[in-house]
């Protein structure tokens, strides 16, 4: 295979590497109050067949219902502000993490999103192995209630409660 292009070959140019400056990312997502989400990578801004990744700013103590996102992997690297996981059967195991921190959700593993602050909003970078929006809400009783404010991204588009 020649480095050279031909006419068969993709346009390198325009089909290669692409940047995505951070104000220009797509507020057109899934919104609800008191979360405010963009997307960076996605199908309809750049192609990405196999993953999403946006920022998320969830409003202080916001926190989902029990659910987890079938066979995707989810990534979630805290910018700033203080996020809680709680995760397992019934919820019961729970760990925090600070700006600079990444959280890492296994596929099909139950688990609750909160914002461990009462008066800071969290700022994330979420990243999914997939487009697909898969939420599955399960019929645990959070440890942590969840407030009015869903959690609505790509993978949660009608929110988790």
Not at 139 to 150: M, R
Request: aromatic fraction near 6%.
């Amino acid at each position: 295979m020649s480095s050279k292009h031909t006419h068969d070959e993709p346009a390198w140019k325009h089909d290669g590497v692409r940047v995505i400056p951070g104000n220009q990312l797509d507020a057109n997502t899934a919104q609800t109050p008191g979360m405010d989400r963009k997307a960076a990578i996605n199908f309809a801004r750049v192609g990405a067949q196999k993953l999403w990744a946006g920022t998320v700013h969830i409003h202080p103590d916001a926190k989902t219902g029990a659910h987890h996102h079938g066979p995707l992997e989810s990534v979630i690297y805290v910018v700033k502000g203080r996020a809680r996981m709680r995760w397992g059967e019934h919820l019961e195991f729970t760990a925090e993490a600070g700006p600079g921190d990444f959280i890492y959700v296994p596929p099909y593993v139950p688990h609750q999103e909160i914002n461990a602050s009462r008066t800071e909003v969290l700022e994330c970078v979420l990243c999914r192995s997939d487009g697909e929006a898969v939420a599955v809400n399960l019929d645990i009783e959070p440890v942590e209630k969840p407030e009015q404010v869903l959690w609505v991204d790509p993978t949660h588009p009608r929110g988790a409660v």
